[in-house]
């Protein structure tokens, strides 16, 4: 198998990266060819090199002694579900017991989620478009709306929500430390000049899964990609993310997660989980954590279940919150 990094990581969902970090292995190659993914070095340009899944193993193991990862999180693992699954079997086979993560795009077929079902813990979709015109267009995928709805759904079935969405939250689980062990969480990245697709998107996870499925939002798309589509050279405006997520609010989701947006920055020392996955280490961020400690990576919670106190924003107070709170990570495309 083709892999690109292997470390632990620091840009993911607060009960996912908890206080050490997640044990991500970031595969080359994706299922979907967006036209805008941040990660397009190795979805598209095929960086990486070739691994055996002992050669994994050992790495994951050696993170979990030296770094406590917290999990095994696997970015885009769908065209490579054998290897994941005699991954998984080899680590479990030598006592290494971690929850596992499929973070994935969506674009997953039943027949295959049913395969891994035994292997995994927690799924991380995306649901990216409401929009099926707009997923052919950015992402070759018309059915990907139908398609993603009934992934998430065979997902739900398998798992059930997440446990955990927020560390430290008290009356969801009894997991270690409030880091999530099992369910699912489903991310929805909004695009510049596309507002209405995530309205509608959220609107059907609304409709399909109903106010206490887990959903995170975010702000962080940045313009990598050459040859971008009209109107995606740019960052999201704080009126769209505002927009979205006062949807969210009024709709009624009780579990949202977002990333408050900081004002456009071309720097990447100000993305530290921007990727570049021709060094080393891809992540700024991941090596300005010198203590392992209870780090928030940019997101935040709402509503009354929320950690961190914020809940039943006005339109009025939206507005600040996105702009004063720092930038949250980076995910796949």
């Not at 050669?55 to 696997?74: D, K, M, P, T, Y």
């Not at 959903?215 to 050459?226: F, R």
């Not at 949202?256 to 996955?277: G, H, I, K």
């Not at 990576?297 to 004063?324: C, H, Q, W, Y």
Request: net charge positive; with cysteine.
């Amino acid at each position: 198998m083709r892999i690109a990094a292997i470390e632990a990581h620091f840009g993911e969902e607060p009960s996912l990266t908890g206080w050490n970090g997640s044990g991500t292995v970031f595969f080359t190659g994706c299922s979907l060819r967006c036209s805008y993914c941040q990660n397009y070095q190795i979805s598209r340009l095929g960086i990486g090199r070739n691994f055996s899944v002992s050669g994994v193993a050992a790495q994951i193991s050696r993170l979990r002694h030296f770094e406590g990862i917290h999990n095994l999180n696997l970015v885009t693992p769908d065209h490579f579900i054998p290897h994941t699954i005699a991954l998984v079997a080899e680590l479990r086979s030598t006592g290494v017991h971690l929850p596992v993560i499929f973070n994935v795009s969506g674009y997953q077929r039943v027949d295959s989620l049913r395969l891994v079902e035994p292997f995994v813990d927690i799924y991380l979709p995306d649901f990216k478009y409401g929009d099926a015109k707009l997923a052919a267009v950015l992402s070759r995928a018309e059915d990907y709306p139908a398609l993603a709805l009934e992934a998430i759904q065979e997902m739900l079935r398998q798992k059930g929500f997440l446990d955990r969405w927020e560390p430290g939250q008290g009356s969801f689980s009894d997991s270690p430390k409030g880091l999530a062990a099992k369910g699912v969480m489903v991310r929805h990245l909004v695009l510049p000049g596309q507002v209405k697709n995530s309205l509608d998107a959220l609107t059907m996870l609304f409709l399909e899964f109903g106010p206490d499925l887990p959903l995170s939002l975010m702000s962080q798309y940045a313009p990598v990609a050459s040859l971008l589509p009209e109107g995606l050279d740019r960052t999201v405006f704080p009126v769209e993310f505002q927009r979205v997520l006062e949807h969210a609010l009024e709709l009624g989701f009780r579990r949202v997660l977002y990333q408050p947006l900081t004002r456009p920055s071309t720097a990447n020392s100000e993305r530290p989980f921007l990727p570049d996955f021709t060094r080393k280490r891809p992540f700024l961020g991941n090596l300005r954590i010198p203590v392992r400690a209870k780090q928030g990576p940019g997101f935040r919670g709402t509503l009354k279940n929320s950690a961190l106190g914020m809940k039943n924003f006005s339109r009025e107070s939206i507005s600040d919150t996105l702009v004063k709170h720092g930038s949250g990570p980076e995910n796949k495309s």
